[in-house]
């Protein structure tokens, strides 16, 4: 078990009321025992068990939250690396695969929750301006990134902020490369 395993062990412990733990009925003197079941990138799956006579305690746990029976851990390490703008080989303990497929689940969470804040961002625009209207006139700001500096990007992100609210209400990809 590596130094973060026993940082996270560390956290878990500390969660747990004392009595849970066979440790005071042996007044100190128990044989605990941790072992490594499985790892799942930076998730381990740990069991404690004390071994000393007339004792069956044993206690399976986890280092890492689940969601949808993902380790959160690793959703977060590779949310964390995108934000950051790392790719799969700054995340060391996750396979290319594991790594692709954690950021599609990000993708589709990232896009719905994008989609959200700008309908609303939209809405809050209508609301100041009082407009009935199904189109509303606002001032607005444009601008632009590019995937990678030095002017050789062939993407670029493209933003529309409305000036009364400083919120974005649309963005699009813009992309100079043709997949046919
Ligand atoms: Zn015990």
Known sequence: MNH?????????????????????????????????????????NLTLKCNSSNCDFVKAFSTSKKFNKLNEINLRIVYGLRLIGRGFSAAVKLSKMAYRSLEERILLAATEVAKKTMATAAQEVKSLKNSKENVTRCGESVDSTWQRSGYSSLNNCVSVLAIDTGKILDVEIMSQYCRT
Not at 28 to 43: M, P, R
Request: negative net charge; contains cysteine.
């Open 4 to 44: 973060r395993a026993g940082l996270d062990f560390v956290a878990w412990i500390d969660d747990v009321p004392y009595d849970e733990i066979c440790l005071i009925s042996h007044q100190g003197k128990a044989n605990l025992y941790l072992f490594e079941d499985s790892v799942f990138g930076l998730c381990f």
